[in-house]
């Protein structure tokens, strides 16, 4: 009997930051979290990482590759930086980069 197996189809090429750990509470530092679901994403080739709505504090995150970081809401899907960061706040490495519905916050 040939035996066939259905897999459900997995969308390795969106990401949410809560899938790794971010708390979106404005006080718990995603920055690993945040990170890690934008480097997750990165190397699959690309895609979208959510950002769900809360408030995540960062010191600086680096988008590498076709990521685009995409909020549920302009108004209330935040990162915002933590006054102790110095440097840049998010780095791009690449021109296919993008950031929609999500508001910055930055030193």
Excluded: W
């Excluded at 010191?59 to 110095?86: C, H, P």
């Excluded at 021109?95 to 930055?106: D, E, G, W």
């Amino acid at each position: 009997l040939p035996l066939r197996v259905d897999l459900p189809a997995q969308n390795l090429r969106h990401a949410s930051v809560k899938d790794f750990g971010a708390v979106g509470d404005g006080m718990a530092d995603d920055t690993a979290a945040i990170q890690a679901a934008i480097d997750y994403v990165a190397a699959y080739g690309g895609g979208v990482v959510d950002i769900p709505i809360g408030v995540y504090p960062f010191t600086s995150i680096y988008i590498d590759g076709e990521v685009s970081l995409q909020g549920e809401s302009k108004r209330s899907s935040v990162l915002k930086q933590l006054e102790s960061a110095t440097g840049a706040a998010i780095s791009v490495r690449s021109p296919y980069t993008s950031i929609s519905r999500v508001r910055v916050i930055c030193n």
